[in-house]
């Protein structure tokens, strides 16, 4: 398994290490080379998306101001 090279800078770490994500998310995405994640993609295309998206592409709303 190899860390996603986007993580240092993803809100997706800081929300893990705020322990307001499931680990869950980190362990299937980020320390999978980011596969499958829709973050992933949107930012290889440098396309806008919000920090409260998860990597399944879903929007957390409580998340919005973590
Ligand atoms: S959420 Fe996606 S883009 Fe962000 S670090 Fe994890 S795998 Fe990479």
Known sequence: M????WYSTCPIK???EKGLLDKSWPNRYCLNNGKQCV???MEECNIPHPDW???????EKRLENE
Do not use: A, H, I, V
């Open 2 to 5: 190899k860390q996603c090279k």
């Open 14 to 16: 800081r929300f893990n």
């Open 39 to 41: 973050r992933y993609e």
């Open 53 to 59: 998206m998860l990597p399944d592409g879903s929007l």
